[in-house]
């Protein structure tokens, strides 16, 4: 059974860098696909990053060059590092995951083909301007 539980949101200004994490249990195999995404009330979920487990990193348009996911499989950690945050980057974020399948990334910096069966419970990430 895959868990995760996401830790590290809080409020910033506009400029700053928050680092979030995602401990993960269960996840590990030959394929995964471990990724984050973003939503708030009223706004379509939005995936943010992902990262397969040949190493591949993948990442919407609107967060390329200020966001990093990383996997720290020792600790089983999956983090994302965000700096450069903007008010528009204001959003509960989720990390997600899917087993037996790398990332599948649909193109153009818009999200995977990916079914993630598994999700944390969320972290809430606030910038003001």
């Known amino acids: 059974q895959v868990q995760l539980v996401e830790s590290g949101g809080g409020s910033v200004q506009a400029g700053g860098s928050l680092k979030l994490a995602c401990a993960a249990s269960?996840?590990?195999?030959?394929?995964?696909?471990l990724a984050w995404f973003r939503q708030s009330s009223g706004k379509e979920r939005e995936g943010v990053a992902a990262?397969?487990?040949?190493?591949?990193?993948t990442y919407a348009d609107s967060v390329k060059g200020r966001f990093t996911i990383s996997l720290n499989n020792a600790k089983d950690i999956l983090y994302l590092e965000m700096a450069g945050l903007k008010p528009e980057d204001s959003d509960m974020y989720f990390c997600?995951?899917?087993?037996?399948?790398?990332?599948?990334?649909?193109?153009?910096?818009?999200?995977?083909?990916?079914?993630?069966?598994?999700w944390g419970q969320g972290t809430q990430v606030t910038v003001s301007s």
């Open positions: 997600a995951a899917d087993k037996g399948i790398l990332c599948l990334p649909r193109g153009n910096g818009g999200g995977w083909y990916n079914s993630f069966g598994w």
């Open positions: 269960g996840y590990s195999g030959s394929r995964y696909c």
């Open positions: 990262i397969s487990s040949d190493g591949t990193t």
